[in-house]
């Protein structure tokens, strides 16, 4: 099932904001969103899913991750080396709306349904 939203305005809330904003109630989810990378998965290196919450955005299986409002900041051995402003919702929604990102994958469910057509 497909469900489409129409966009009244543009979020530009950053994560964290919008987390302590909107969960004060106790009624709106925790969000934790998933992004595979697509040079992890294509090179297999390392763990390709990432996730991204209020709190922290890292690699799951390999235990890495760094505060949510550092999340874009460049990092060498631990030590931050240059701060990222925190990306808003707009950006993180594109990020983590990507699913048709992963060309190879694409092309090989296209390559299957072409091929499953002709018998």
Do not use: R
Request: proline letters at 3%; glycine letters at 6%; one cysteine or more.
């Amino acid at each position: 099932m497909v469900i489409m939203s129409y966009v009244k305005e543009i979020d530009e809330h950053t994560l964290t904001e919008q987390w302590s904003q909107h969960s004060k109630d106790g009624k709106v989810p925790f969000p934790i969103y998933t992004v595979i990378d697509k040079k992890c998965k294509q090179c297999n290196i390392g763990d390709p899913w990432f996730e991204i919450t209020p709190h922290e955005a890292g690699y799951s299986l390999t235990g890495a991750f760094v505060d949510a409002s550092n999340f874009g900041s460049k990092f060498h051995k631990g030590s931050k080396k240059n701060q990222q402003d925190e990306f808003d919702m707009l950006y993180l929604q594109a990020l983590c709306g990507s699913a048709l990102a992963d060309e190879v994958e694409i092309k090989e469910q296209l390559w299957q349904k072409i091929k499953g057509s002709e018998d």
